[in-house]
């Protein structure tokens, strides 16, 4: 059974970049079962989807946030990543890594989540 | 981007209640429709894909229906455990969008 866990700082200062990670157990990454995505949820708000990497490397990005955003991959420790540039307070939120299965376009699989806050 | 709009934003309710939650997309998502509950502090958890499949070891209480652009979640007989938040997400087209959320309560 495929688990997710995210792990990074809590606190980043503004203009910084944001850098999570999402280490998958229980599964390879490079098994093209999942497309691996990044979602947040501010406080208090609904979801919003950031963008998704798959085995292959090909990526899709929200388009808020394509300027700033880049996911990767880790095949060598099961891990992909999130790097956020140029953070402001907006986007202080929860954090969660979650996977796709290929054939259920649906999440049915999510880390705990990680609260990130932008302060200085 | 395909807005996904839920209503109501939250009900209340009593346990034995059947709950009904409404998703309109902006446009038509065909049949990529999912629904989540999410409890306090935990992320979201799968409880219907593609409409009306339920989820691996979800109660058969939980049910989907719709197509186009409109859906619902129903709950047959809500149990305490059930009080949480309902969200939708459609995946038909890039980005990947949820609805805002419908609050179940307690009565």
């Known amino acids: 059974q495929v688990q997710l866990q995210e792990s990074g700082p809590g606190l980043v200062k503004p203009s910084q970049t944001l850098s999570l990670t999402c280490t998958v157990s229980g599964g390879s990454i490079s098994s093209g079962g999942y497309y691996w995505s990044w979602i947040r949820q501010h406080p208090g708000k609904g979801l919003e989807w950031i963008g998704y990497i798959y085995y292959s490397g090909s990526t899709y990005y929200t388009p808020s946030l394509k300027s700033r955003l880049t996911i990767s991959l880790d095949t060598s420790k099961n891990q992909f990543s999130l790097n956020l540039s140029s953070v402001t307070a907006a986007d202080t939120a929860v954090y969660y890594c979650a996977g796709q299965p290929v054939v259920r376009h649906a999440f049915d699989v999510w880390g705990q989540g990680t609260m990130v806050t932008v302060s200085s | 981007d395909i807005q996904m709009t839920q209503s109501p934003s939250s009900v209340s309710a009593s346990v034995g209640d059947r709950v009904t939650i409404t998703c309109r997309a902006s446009q038509g998502i065909s049949s990529w429709l999912a629904w989540y509950q999410q409890k306090p502090g935990k992320a979201p958890k799968l409880l219907i894909y593609?409409?009306?499949s339920l989820q691996s070891g979800v109660p058969s209480r939980f049910s989907g229906s719709g197509s186009g652009t409109d859906f619902t979640l129903t709950i047959s007989s809500l149990q305490p455990e059930d009080f949480a938040t309902y969200f939708c997400?459609?995946?038909?087209?890039?980005?990947?969008?949820f609805g805002g959320g419908t609050k179940v309560e307690i009565k």
């Open positions: 593609g409409v009306s």
């Open positions: 997400q459609q995946a038909n087209s890039f980005p990947l969008t």
